[in-house]
């Protein structure tokens, strides 16, 4: 019985894997052996993993295990295994951003979600491939070249948390983190059939990070429940973070379970409809509206504006952010950077303080009339598609890539901060998963983890996993 | 944002990094994508005491706005 459970541990949620760790049934060690079993079986095919640290996660497993054979309370994510992306770093543990200006960093410090998610239990087994440095177009030329998607092994994993949806939906992790500046979680999540949220901006500190004023740590998930579990633990007030909120975090886990009929939501159908999108993108979405509807929840048409001035506002801050980061390896290492993403982080050298602060403004002016909107109307949240494109080719496509379609809807919510979360919603012709997103007003993501759980107790998304070949 | 004087142009760029002509080419074409982006945030600052009002600002995906 219990061999049977370890040997299928790893298709356990996360919840239940705490769970199961938590009251013996299996070790943390174990809980590090399965997972890793499936890294080997996988990895080598998906590339989903930039670093994997076999003996660090055997070591923290063992430590959680002595702890709880001395009687000690483990924390709520005791021996959960996470994957993180290798932009953020971790303390002895090598991250390289998937660049060859980075490739032997090994910080000496962990970032603070990280100090929070270790505080918390959970153990880290390896950094997840991404787009290098979050930002360019990959290629076969990368530093590590990019993740294959488990969905359909021909296809690339989309970005820029690529490796992080990968190595989750090929439950070679429990969990993993990502990083969103302009969808770089919600879009991955959306292609490979899992839950993100993008929190409330200052929710989750970016200390010991590099500084990014709209990009926000995500976790990739895949059920609501594991999602509200990683978020609960990595959110919490930071003082050495000005961006970062003094609040008390609410136990999400606590709260997920609620009657959500009544609750209004906004179909902005005008806006939604005007974009590219491919036909499952549509199919997907109006099932998904069916759902909420089934679940009692009130559609309400509205109108919604502004999304591409707030998308362009975005996208100069990135630009500028990047190339600020990058000034001076640019000229001291420009041969080091993969030949796509130093001319991708040059651009932000011919912007002007003032466009920087146009931007800004813009951003600030849609940050209060999309909080007024959600409050006018009475909305819980409001939901759009996550990505027009069933595909990551057509997304980087370089005329689709550079025009930021691929973000039209997520991007916004980037330069306004209000919380917004991908939800899986179907799938695509490729068998590539298709997501559905749900904004939310700031500092209420309880509201989209509630509608997530009900969401994910109505279907059966979180059920599927991708058939896996050795 | 001005990068259409060509020689101030490549010079800029070479003084910041050991661009080639590849590169540079490159750059022009992803440039005009951020130039429209900053063109279009000055056109939306408004003068000193007017409010920005996004519910007349653009409806649909591509920039239009039908109301």
């Not at chain 1, 890793?36 to 295990?65: C, R, V, W, Y």
């Not at chain 1, 709880?68 to 309370?73: A, D, F």
């Not at chain 2, 760029?13 to 440039?31: F, H, M, Y």
């Not at chain 2, 409010?51 to 109301?67: A, T």
Request: hydrophobic share 40%; charged share 20%; aromatic share 6%.
């Amino acid at each position: 019985m219990v061999k049977t459970m370890v040997e299928s541990l790893h298709f356990l949620p996360l919840s239940e894997q705490v769970k199961l760790v938590h009251n013996g049934s299996v070790s943390a060690v174990e809980n590090v052996n399965a997972h890793l079993n499936m890294i080997n079986s996988h990895n080598p095919k998906l590339n989903s993993f930039i670093t994997i640290d076999s003996k660090g996660a055997l070591e923290q497993a063992k430590k959680l295990d002595i702890l709880r054979s001395k009687g000690k309370t483990l924390g709520p994510l005791a021996g959960v295994i996470l994957g993180i992306k290798d932009s953020i770093p971790t303390k002895d543990l090598k991250t390289t951003n998937n660049s060859r200006l980075l490739e032997k960093w090994i910080p000496t410090h962990d970032a603070s979600v990280i100090k929070r998610l270790r505080n918390a239990g959970a153990i880290i087994i390896g950094k997840t491939n991404l787009n290098e440095f979050g930002w360019s177009r990959p290629t076969e030329l990368d530093l590590t070249p990019p993740p294959w998607s488990p969905w359909n092994i021909d296809r690339m994993s989309v970005g820029s948390s690529s490796g992080s949806g990968a190595a989750t939906t090929a439950r070679m992790v429990g969990a993993a983190l990502g990083t969103d500046g302009g969808g770089s979680a919600r879009l991955p999540a959306g292609a490979h059939n899992l839950y993100s949220i993008k929190p409330t901006h200052g929710l989750v500190s970016r200390f010991g990070m590099d500084h990014n004023q709209h990009s926000e740590i995500s976790p990739l998930c895949r059920t609501a429940m594991d999602m509200a579990m990683m978020l609960e633990a990595m959110a919490g007030y930071e003082p050495k973070d000005d961006m970062s909120w003094p609040q008390e975090v609410p136990k999400y886990t606590n709260m997920i379970e609620t009657d959500i009929s009544g609750w209004r939501i906004g179909v902005p159908y005008k806006f939604v409809t005007s974009a590219p999108n491919e036909s499952e993108v549509k199919e997907a979405y109006d099932n998904f509206l069916h759902i909420l509807e089934e679940l009692g929840c009130e559609l309400v048409e509205i109108d919604l504006h502004g999304m591409l001035e707030a998308r362009s506002a975005n996208f100069i801050v990135l630009n500028s952010e990047a190339y600020q980061r990058h000034q001076k390896t640019l000229s001291s290492n420009w041969d080091d950077y993969g030949k796509i993403t130093r001319i991708y982080l040059l651009q932000g050298a011919f912007l002007s303080a003032n466009d920087m602060l146009n931007a800004a403004e813009i951003g600030r002016a849609f940050k209060i009339y999309f909080s007024d909107l959600l409050l006018e109307n009475n909305l819980k949240a409001i939901a759009t598609p996550t990505s027009p494109f069933a595909t990551a080719e057509r997304s980087r496509l370089p005329q689709e890539h550079s025009r930021g379609v691929n973000a039209c809807f997520t991007a916004p919510f980037n330069i306004s901060g209000h919380p917004s979360m991908n939800l899986p919603a179907g799938f695509g012709e490729s068998d590539i998963p298709v997501g559905a997103m749900l904004t939310g007003a700031l500092h209420d993501d309880i509201s989209l983890l509630q509608l997530a759980f009900a969401y994910d107790q109505r279907t059966n998304w979180s059920d599927l996993m991708p058939e896996l070949s050795e | 944002m001005d990068f259409t004087d060509d020689e101030k142009f490549v010079e800029k760029v070479r003084s910041i990094a050991p661009a080639t002509q590849q590169d540079i080419e490159q750059l022009r074409e992803l440039l005009k994508g951020l130039s429209i982006s900053t063109e279009l945030m000055e056109s939306l600052i408004q003068p000193f005491g007017i409010e920005i009002d996004f519910s007349k600002m653009s409806s649909r995906v591509d920039g239009e706005n039908n109301g």
